[in-house]
């Protein structure tokens, strides 16, 4: 899809947007400056997703504090006016744009128009971001590992899916003695062969 072809509206973006009780505004006001781009709106994961030539390019996520326009390549884009940002620490891909009001969506329309193009233009490239080559787990974790074959062995046995967020979960621990303890409050889920959240 390329700039100035007409803009596909779904209505059920369209019900997302008259029913949302935060951000309404703000969501509306970015919604047209997106289509304005001309890209199909559909709702996926239950948020209005923007997309070129069936490529998700944005989506919005409407947050506590503040109304995301999420990037899925954002750490592909250039972002000349620096206004992209991690949504945590291990973010690899997405980068956000953060709205608090409708009067920020109009100053900022420009250059999401022109992130929103840049990422078009990501996507015809065919360009991905670079994945984790390995996985660097917590201290606490590897020594726990060392001393204890049998939680190694089921550890090893998880999908690199649930490893990761077994360690993204000690890793947001800030003093060792804590990691220490969410290592022994998931060795049963471990051992069982369950993921974190099951």
């Not at 996520?61 to 940002?85: I, R």
């Not at 971001?129 to 062995?153: C, F, G, H, N, S």
Request: charged residues 35%; hydrophobic residues 40%.
């Amino acid at each position: 899809m390329t700039m100035g072809e007409p803009a596909k509206v779904d209505p059920k973006s369209s019900a997302f947007f008259d029913r949302a009780k935060r951000w309404h505004p703000e969501g509306k006001r970015l919604r047209r400056v997106l289509l304005e781009c001309n890209l199909t709106e559909e709702l996926k994961w239950g948020k209005p997703c923007y997309t070129a030539q069936g490529k998700n390019i944005a989506i919005i996520q409407p947050m506590k504090d503040f109304l995301a326009l999420m990037f899925f390549k954002g750490a592909l884009l250039k972002d000349s006016k620096g206004v992209l940002q991690k949504q945590g620490e291990n973010t690899q891909s997405a980068l956000r744009v953060q709205f608090t009001s409708v009067e920020q969506v109009a100053r900022l329309e420009r250059t999401v128009k022109a992130l929103v193009r840049e990422a078009i233009d990501v996507e015809k490239a065919g360009l991905a971001v670079p994945k984790r080559k390995t996985l660097i787990y917590v201290d606490e974790l590897v020594e726990r590992l060392a001393r204890d074959p049998v939680l190694k062995k089921a550890f090893e046995g998880l999908t690199p899916g649930r490893r990761r967020e077994y360690n993204l979960y000690f890793s947001a621990a800030k003093q060792a003695k804590t990691r220490e303890a969410r290592v022994d409050k998931v060795t049963p889920k471990i051992l069982a062969g369950k993921g974190f959240r099951e």
